[in-house]
């Protein structure tokens, strides 16, 4: 069984770490005042990774929090991919000298996609992820609010050409809600699209959780709510990455 990668969220809204329920911006709960911190507790369970969202970004459609990127890069060795309103070669830039080691491309992505190509083609597909938020069967866009005409399988196959290597996907219905995850979506994409690297996202509710993906055979597992909520504690994450 090949190793699997687990990655803790930091979702921020006026520079704190929140979760949201399915992406609903009204059902917003405070979890850490300091990002940075809520990072140094990742980072001291022996955790090498963080997905940080800015979702104010993703809201107003351009960073907001490049602030809080900047803090935890100067204050911790984390691996960050950064995501939430990249709307332009700027904002790109911007979150990349902030020192974001990669950059998801999510709404950008379904409306300017020759945009996403051309930064494939110029910073790498080793710095540039897909994002690929599915919201009833179809992907969602800008802080899951709106919803687009692709399908998943549709969406990915697209990026193909252009060299995607990572795909983020994320099922909005199950995020937050401590449901578990949609396996069964995994399972698919991972059949469809073996060379990629995949990572899951949303539903995560226990240890159990983590081990079935595993056994999926995705490369990575993105989780908030479960640490959040005391479901899955530091100390299983300690024994998950020695």
């Not at 929140?18 to 009204?26: A, K, N, S």
Request: proline share 3%; net charge positive; glycine share 8%.
């Amino acid at each position: 069984m090949k190793k699997i990668e687990y990655i803790p969220a930091i979702d921020l809204i006026d520079g704190q770490c929140v979760r949201l329920t399915q992406g609903d911006y009204r059902k917003k709960k405070v979890y850490h005042s300091d990002p940075v911190q809520q990072a140094k507790i990742f980072e001291q369970a022996g955790l090498r990774r963080l997905h940080l969202v800015d979702l104010d970004g993703a809201r107003q459609r351009k960073p907001v929090n490049l602030a809080v990127l900047e803090r935890i890069k100067r204050q911790t060795d984390l691996i960050v991919d950064f995501g939430g309103g990249i709307a332009s070669l700027q904002d790109l830039q911007s979150a990349f000298a902030a020192g974001a080691d990669m950059v998801t491309a999510g709404s950008i992505a379904v409306k300017q996609p020759e945009v996403v190509h051309d930064w494939l083609t110029r910073f790498s597909a080793q710095r540039i992820i897909l994002g690929a938020d599915v919201k009833d069967g179809h992907i969602a866009i800008h802080g899951w609010q709106q919803q687009s005409a692709w399908s998943i399988v549709e969406f990915i196959r697209s990026y193909l050409p252009f060299g995607i290597q990572t795909v983020i996907c994320t099922d909005v219905s199950r995020d937050g809600m401590l449901q578990g995850p949609n396996f069964e979506l995994y399972a698919e994409l991972r059949r469809q699209f073996p060379q990629l690297q995949l990572i899951a996202s949303g539903g995560v509710r226990q240890k159990n959780d983590l081990n079935r993906l595993q056994t999926l055979g995705v490369d990575g597992v993105i989780f908030g709510k479960a640490f959040y909520e005391g479901k899955i504690s530091l100390e299983e994450l300690r024994e998950k990455t020695r």
